[in-house]
């Protein structure tokens, strides 16, 4: 019965991309909880103020049947003011905001231009929705343009749509906002940032890169809630009719059992750590130029400047084989391997949050050296 689903497993384990989950082991260089939120004292007393309140755990139904609670329109209100955006609209997972976006706001006749690094979730919106698409090569706003400026000469008569990350999550490396914000409004264009690897450790009280664009006409982002923020979920920021619109015409929010009530709380009390304590920003920054300086000293890396830091190794087995040797050494760093990321490229993804120390940065660099120079090509 489940002949052809064995045999496709048994042609990924052929390719060296055969997954499976394992647990958490050792120290943690693996997470995206970079503010070492997650776990914190202050999250777990707002949890408990939460529901002494009378915060329920579960919403019971869709936000448009009786799963709208106070707590999602507090933390929607709240977020709009945060970033400096008309509205906001709370998600269940990054995942879903993504393809809620970009299935449902470009329109038939529209034009969407993406980084050919963006998320998964992207294109999956992508794919269930109506817009033509055109890839851009990685970072090349030139490339964006020129897609732009052919599709026009072929006919094109609607809106286009630019999709980037603004902090890419598997390279550490930067969008480059001003250059796309310029072609935006050069074509009339509407400019979507994932924000998920920027919100809350860099801008304005950590409100993104894109901070300073954030609230204009022609801009949405998309703010995870499960990555520095250390809760879960999603905010999406626009202009109001853009959120009105979702609300009215997108599947994945009309039909989706709205997010727990308790989890928008505890968005709200993250949210407010991040207004008011630039501590952990500044731990985190420090860490992570003293990383960067470790792995170039050490392993001849060059250092990505931000919490994400790729060691690309070339095939999936060497990048299996040097996270195992590190996981063992009692460091918990994964293999990222094809089509996660491009072929050749596979990796280990160090990831830098505030659950190791600087001394703990040392030794896994140093271990790191040791595994590097044990690899055989």
């Known amino acids: 019965m489940h002949?052809?689903?064995?045999?496709?497993?048994?042609?990924?384990?052929?390719?060296?991309?055969?997954?499976?989950?394992?647990?958490?082991?050792?120290?943690?260089?693996?997470?995206?909880?970079?503010?070492?939120?997650a776990s914190s004292r202050e999250l777990a007393d707002a949890a408990r103020a939460a529901l002494e309140r009378g915060v329920p755990i579960g919403s019971g139904g869709s936000r448009l049947l009786r799963g709208n609670h106070r707590e999602h329109e507090a933390l929607e209100a709240e977020a709009a003011a945060f970033f400096g955006a008309e509205c906001a609209l709370f998600f269940g997972s990054g995942f879903m905001a993504n393809v809620a976006l970009l299935s449902t706001l470009p329109q038939r006749g529209d034009l969407i231009v993406y980084d050919e690094l963006i998320h998964a979730s992207v294109h999956d919106g992508m794919r269930a929705g109506k817009a033509e698409r055109a890839e851009a090569a990685h970072n090349d706003a030139q490339a964006v343009d020129d897609a732009i400026v052919d599709w026009r000469r072929a006919g094109g008569t609607g809106t286009p749509w630019i999709a980037v990350e603004?902090?890419?999550?598997?390279?550490?490396?930067?969008?480059?906002?001003?250059?796309?914000?310029?072609?935006?409004?050069?074509?009339?264009?509407?400019?979507?940032?994932?924000?998920?690897?920027?919100?809350g450790v860099y801008g304005p009280n950590g409100r993104g890169l894109g901070a300073d664009i954030e609230g204009r006409g022609n801009v949405v982002t998309l703010h995870t809630c499960g990555k520095a923020l250390g809760v879960m979920g999603a905010l999406v920021l626009a202009p109001r009719v853009l959120c009105d619109f979702l609300v009215n015409r997108c599947r994945p929010f009309i039909y989706a059992t709205a997010p727990s009530p308790l989890?928008?709380?505890?968005?709200?009390?993250?949210?407010?750590m991040c207004r008011f304590d630039a501590a952990r920003r500044e731990k985190l920054e420090a860490l992570v130029a003293h990383a960067g300086a470790r792995l170039t000293e050490r392993c001849g890396l060059p250092a990505s400047g931000t919490q994400i830091q790729p060691v690309i190794v070339g095939s999936p087995e060497r990048a299996v084989r040097l996270a195992t040797a590190m996981q063992e050494r009692g460091f918990d760093i994964r293999a990222v391997r094809p089509p996660t990321v491009p072929e050749g490229s596979a990796r280990l993804r160090l990831s830098l949050t505030l659950n190791v120390d600087q001394a703990q940065v040392d030794d896994m660099t140093a271990a790191l050296a040791e595994e590097l120079a044990r690899l055989s090509p």
Request: glycine share 6%; hydrophobic share 45%; no cysteine.
């Open 3 to 37: 002949k052809s689903h064995e045999r496709a497993l048994e042609a990924l384990s052929r390719r060296g991309r055969h997954r499976s989950l394992a647990p958490r082991v050792g120290l943690d260089f693996a997470s995206n909880d970079y503010l070492g939120l």
């Open 166 to 199: 603004s902090l890419y999550s598997m390279d550490g490396d930067r969008a480059p906002l001003a250059d796309l914000v310029a072609i935006a409004e050069r074509h009339d264009a509407m400019l979507l940032i994932d924000e998920a690897h920027a919100t």
């Open 263 to 272: 989890v928008a709380a505890l968005v709200r009390a993250s949210l407010l």
